[in-house]
Structures are given as C-alpha cells and as structure tokens.
C-alpha cells in the first residue's frame, strides 16, 4: 500500500499517525508531479491529500482512509473500546474539521494577502475560538488522551489540527490560544509526550517551515 502524503497536510498527517501507532507496512510518499498535476489527477481525481493506493483502488479523503485502515487491520485496534466513546472520537474529528480547520485556511489567506481584512480575520479567529470551545467541552481530559485511556483515532483528528492552531493563530494576534480551555490545554500538553504525535508535529511544523520558506 501507498499513502500519498504532504507534510504540511493536517489531514494527511491524520492518517501518517495511525500509520506509525499501528507499524503499519505502507509507503508514505508525495503525490507524483504534485497536487495539480495530471498524473496525480489519474491516481486520485480530487487532487488532495492524502489519498490511499491499496492495490486494489485508490481511497480518497483521511477520515475515510482511517476507516479502511481501522477495518484492514484491526490490530492493534485504534477505534476507542465502547460505542459511545467510538462517537465522542468522531464527534471531536468532526468539530476539528467543521469548525477549526475550516476557518483556518480562509484566516490563512487573509494572512498572506498583502492588505489583510482585520475584520474578516477577527470573524475566522471568533470561529475557531468557538471550536476550540467546543472541543475542551466534549474532551474527556482523564488520561492524557483525547478520549478513554489509549491513543486513539481521535488524537490522530485533533493533533494535527492543535498544530495549526499553536502555530498560525499566534500569527494572527491570538497568543496562547489554548490557555483558557483547561482540559484542552493540559490534553495538548500530554499528548505532545506521546511518540507518535510528537513525530507527527514534528513533521507538520517542518512541512509547514518549507512552506514558508518558498512562498517567502
């Protein structure tokens, strides 16, 4: 198996996380030609990613390449152990996408435009704020872990996205975004000791570095 992979990508590094914590025997490479060539259009149509080549088709799109790792290799299982918890991992997964990571790129635009609209910025930040809100709500904030006492796909949603926001919201005005949600800051202090999200950021923080350094 293949996983087209960025190390920028917030949504790629989701899956690159369950690929370490589980030892998976996949190859993490760039999309040949990059994101908009037509040989990557040929392997996956949608032109992001990360994509997954199982030799079999192609799975676009990281929550559902989770899904069909979770399901082709079911150990060591990374789905939390009760049905309700299994929601809440979603749950968090969703709120990191709809309601973080979504602002955040229209506030990174804004960022790089060469005369930002602070009024449209304050709009993004007052939006991620919200979600961040909302996850220190539904965390459960016990283990060191997103939810129950193992990592989980859940942490593989939420690391990525707590990079983001520790790195680009400073940016934008907002210092220390995570100092007034308690289970949320303590939770992003614990994870970051774990092996495989402390791999992950490290590999988001110099994906995004390269970034910065050829658009500057």
């Not at 760039?30 to 088709?57: C, F, Q």
């Not at 079911?74 to 309700?84: K, N, Q, W």
């Not at 955040?104 to 939006?127: G, I, N, V, Y």
Request: hydrophobic share 40%; aromatic share 8%.
């Amino acid at each position: 198996m293949k996983l087209y992979s960025l190390d920028a990508s917030p949504f790629a590094a989701r899956c690159r996380m369950l690929i370490y914590a589980k030892n998976l025997p996949i190859e993490i490479t760039e999309p040949p030609g990059g994101l908009k060539s037509e040989s990557y259009e040929a392997i996956n149509p949608l032109r992001k990613v990360p994509a997954l080549d199982t030799g079999e088709g192609v799975v676009p799109e990281s929550d559902t390449i989770i899904e069909y790792l979770e399901d082709h290799f079911p150990e060591p299982p990374m789905r939390p152990d009760t049905a309700l918890q299994r929601s809440k991992a979603r749950l968090l997964a969703r709120i990191a996408d709809l309601y973080i990571m979504e602002p955040m790129f229209p506030l990174f635009m804004q960022m790089r435009a060469a005369t930002p609209d602070r009024e449209a910025m304050t709009r993004q930040l007052d939006k991620i704020d919200w979600g961040l809100r909302t996850l220190d709500w539904y965390l459960d904030g016990k283990h060191g872990f997103a939810v129950g006492d193992r990592l989980s796909t859940a942490d593989c949603a939420l690391v990525p996205t707590l990079v983001y926001v520790t790195t680009i919201l400073p940016r934008a005005g907002k210092e220390k975004p995570l100092n007034f949600r308690d289970k949320l800051g303590a939770y992003w202090e614990a994870i970051q000791k774990d092996t495989h999200a402390a791999r992950v950021i490290g590999e988001i923080r110099e994906g995004i570095a390269r970034m910065n350094s050829r658009s500057g």
